[in-house]
């Protein structure tokens, strides 16, 4: 039934709109911690470099290095599963956050979700692109992608709110839960379309080439070293001020999570438009 299914005319977008879904839950998830952190940081009482380790280093490290792994086991294992149980992964992840009672439960927690994380966008763009014939595939990709924007505007949003009129723990739980039911959404409704789908080139299953080799490749193309670059410099900052943004207005200008959580949510709104 579900191949017949992926057969239809409509049923690329409706995929390309369940992961741009997914990619807003990876990136709520992600984020909130930032609203959240002074709370956080009172009630644990943990010092600023507790906070800083939680949203930088500590899940950057393993959000990076584990997307290669998970990226090669796309390549010869069935992507939609990948996604579904990345994301089960780290929508519990994100809950058990709100369980934690001290530091090292609740770094051990965010590391979970960058785990799971890790294993989002590797298979994501690799169906995405199964998909899409190459003259449309660029603009599939972007959607895709507005789940970073839109994903951290709800996580300031929603978070910001929770927090205000319940607690901290209460908004992981509330935002990671729903998570594990789109994981089941994911994996009962997501087709995993054949390798190759979207070129016109024989359909043979081939073996993916070395590590080695789609490194070497990419390497040699100039342009990806700089966007690399220019991305990971990108990061770096954004990753080491973000914590301390909701901190700095909760602190020198004595303003409420609900009301940062909004200001942000605009903020981001207008980057996108």
């Given at each position: 039934m579900m191949k017949s299914l992926a057969t239809r005319s409509w049923y690329p977008t409706y995929a390309l709109i369940l992961l741009f879904v997914v990619y807003v839950f990876n990136f709520i998830d992600r984020s909130i911690?930032?609203?959240?952190?002074?709370?956080?940081?009172?009630?644990?009482?943990?010092?600023?470099?507790?906070?800083?380790?939680?949203?930088?280093?500590?899940?950057?490290?393993?959000?990076?290095?584990?997307?290669?792994?998970?990226?090669?086991?796309?390549?010869?294992?069935?992507?939609?599963?990948?996604?579904?149980?990345?994301?089960?992964?780290?929508?519990?992840?994100?809950?058990?956050?709100?369980?934690?009672?001290?530091?090292?439960?609740?770094?051990?927690?965010?590391i979970g979700v960058a785990v799971g994380e890790a294993g989002g966008s590797p298979p994501s763009h690799s169906i995405i692109s199964d998909l899409f014939a190459s003259d449309r595939r660029a603009t599939a990709l972007g959607i895709y992608a507005l789940g970073i924007p839109v994903g951290t505007m709800l996580g300031n949003l929603f978070g910001g709110y929770i927090n205000e009129a319940l607690d901290w723990r209460t908004a992981f739980?509330?935002?990671?839960?729903?998570?594990?039911?789109?994981?089941?959404?994911?994996?009962?409704?997501?087709?995993?379309?054949?390798?190759?789908?979207?070129?016109?080139?024989?359909?043979?299953?081939?073996?993916?080439?070395?590590?080695?080799?789609?490194?070497?490749?990419?390497?040699?193309?100039?342009?990806?070293?700089?966007?690399?670059?220019?991305?990971?410099?990108?990061?770096?900052?954004?990753?080491?001020?973000?914590?301390f943004i909701p901190p700095l207005f909760i602190r020198v200008h004595e303003m409420g999570t609900a009301d940062i959580g909004q200001a942000l949510f605009w903020l981001g709104f207008a980057g996108i438009a």
């Amino acid at each position: 039934m579900m191949k017949s299914l992926a057969t239809r005319s409509w049923y690329p977008t409706y995929a390309l709109i369940l992961l741009f879904v997914v990619y807003v839950f990876n990136f709520i998830d992600r984020s909130i911690l930032n609203i959240l952190a002074q709370s956080i940081k009172q009630d644990l009482g943990l010092y600023d470099w507790q906070i800083g380790l939680m949203g930088g280093i500590a899940f950057a490290l393993f959000y990076t290095f584990l997307g290669i792994p998970i990226a090669r086991l796309a390549d010869t294992h069935n992507r939609r599963n990948i996604v579904s149980i990345s994301l089960a992964v780290w929508s519990m992840m994100t809950a058990v956050c709100g369980l934690a009672q001290n530091f090292w439960q609740l770094l051990l927690a965010r590391i979970g979700v960058a785990v799971g994380e890790a294993g989002g966008s590797p298979p994501s763009h690799s169906i995405i692109s199964d998909l899409f014939a190459s003259d449309r595939r660029a603009t599939a990709l972007g959607i895709y992608a507005l789940g970073i924007p839109v994903g951290t505007m709800l996580g300031n949003l929603f978070g910001g709110y929770i927090n205000e009129a319940l607690d901290w723990r209460t908004a992981f739980i509330v935002v990671g839960l729903p998570g594990v039911l789109l994981a089941l959404v994911v994996r009962f409704t997501l087709v995993e379309p054949p390798r190759g789908n979207s070129e016109q080139a024989v359909k043979a299953k081939s073996e993916a080439p070395p590590v080695s080799f789609v490194f070497k490749a990419l390497w040699s193309r100039k342009s990806f070293r700089y966007m690399s670059l220019g991305g990971a410099l990108h990061a770096l900052v954004g990753y080491g001020v973000g914590p301390f943004i909701p901190p700095l207005f909760i602190r020198v200008h004595e303003m409420g999570t609900a009301d940062i959580g909004q200001a942000l949510f605009w903020l981001g709104f207008a980057g996108i438009a």
